[in-house]
C-alpha cells in the first residue's frame, strides 16, 4: 500500500506553529505591557481629575482644598502626588510603571469652581 500523499506532505512541517508562537510570544506580551500602562496612565488622569474637583468643591465650602484633594486619591498614588489651590486646584500625580525601562511620568489635572469657574 503506498503512503498517503498528506501524510508525507505534512511531516516536515510538525512543530512549526509552536516554533512560531514562541517567536511571536515576545512581541505579545510587550504589546500586552503597553497596552496596560497606557491604561494606568488613563486611570492616574481620571483619579487626579476627581481629586482636584474635590478639592475644589471643599474649597467652594470653605475647607482645605488641599486636604480634601488627598483624601480623594487613590492610595496607590496619594505618595507621589502634589496639590495647589492658588486660583483653583490642581492634582498632578505620579503614574504608576510596569516596563522597567520607562521613564518617570506624572499627570495632573485642574479645576476651579465658583463664579466663572464651573
Same mark, same amino acid.
Not at 25 to 30: A, D, I, K, R, S
Given at each position: 500500500m503506498p503512503p498517503q500523499p498528506d501524510r508525507c506532505r505534512n511531516r516536515g512541517? @510538525?512543530?512549526s506553529v509552536s516554533l512560531e508562537l514562541i517567536g511571536a510570544?515576545?512581541? $505579545?506580551?510587550?504589546a500586552i505591557l503597553v497596552? @496596560?500602562?497606557l491604561a494606568l496612565a488613563g486611570a492616574s488622569l481620571w483619579s487626579a481629575? $476627581?481629586?482636584a474637583r474635590a478639592g475644589a468643591r471643599a474649597a467652594l465650602v470653605g475647607d482645605g482644598a488641599a486636604g480634601a484633594a488627598r483624601r480623594a486619591l487613590p492610595p496607590p498614588l496619594k505618595a507621589g502626588s502634589a496639590v495647589g489651590d492658588s486660583g483653583g486646584v490642581s492634582v498632578e500625580v505620579a503614574v504608576p510603571r510596569l516596563l522597567p525601562g520607562l521613564p518617570p511620568l506624572s499627570v495632573g489635572a485642574r479645576t476651579r469652581l465658583g463664579p466663572?469657574?464651573?
Open positions: 512541517e @510538525a512543530g510570544l515576545p512581541f $505579545l506580551l510587550v497596552a @496596560a500602562q481629575a $476627581l481629586a466663572g469657574g464651573g
